[in-house]
């Protein structure tokens, strides 16, 4: 039984010295941009985040490199009312109040609140 698992282990790290030579010898090839522009959806799920913290992320997104070209949506799900600790309000209420004014030139959309029927605004 021993030597079983030393042969499998043995045969695991001849396969990866193997494909590490196959890829040095034949490496991947980088697909171009499509020609074609592709939809793409990211998703920001929020919970208790403070408001730092989801700036952070949108600016994340909005720095993406070499996506000029393609239709892009941010959804952001506030996903329940909690307060995180030191924070005056929800996550929601700072994405309405202080992060999504929507006054500021960019396309939002309503989305669907379930909790308490709020209108929330989404960043496209």
């Not at 913290?53 to 994340?60: F, P, V």
């Not at 070499?66 to 892009?72: A, E, G, I, P, V």
């Not at 909690?82 to 005056?88: F, I, L, N, R």
Request: glycine share 4%; hydrophobic share 40%; with cysteine.
């Amino acid at each position: 039984m021993l030597t079983v698992n030393t042969i499998i282990q043995c045969a695991m790290i001849f396969s990866i010295c193997i494909h590490y030579l196959w890829r040095l010898a034949f490496p991947r090839k980088i697909l171009p941009d499509p020609d074609t522009p592709e939809t793409m959806a990211w998703v920001l799920p929020c919970y208790n985040e403070t408001p730092e913290e989801m700036t952070r992320s949108l600016d994340s997104l909005a720095r993406q490199v070499n996506l000029d070209h393609h239709k892009k949506v941010v959804v952001i799900i506030c996903d329940g009312h909690a307060k995180g600790k030191g924070m005056e309000k929800t996550c929601a209420d700072y994405l309405l109040e202080d992060i999504l004014v929507c006054d500021n030139g960019r396309k939002y959309s309503k989305a669907y609140g379930a909790r308490d029927a709020l209108d929330v605004c989404a960043l496209q």
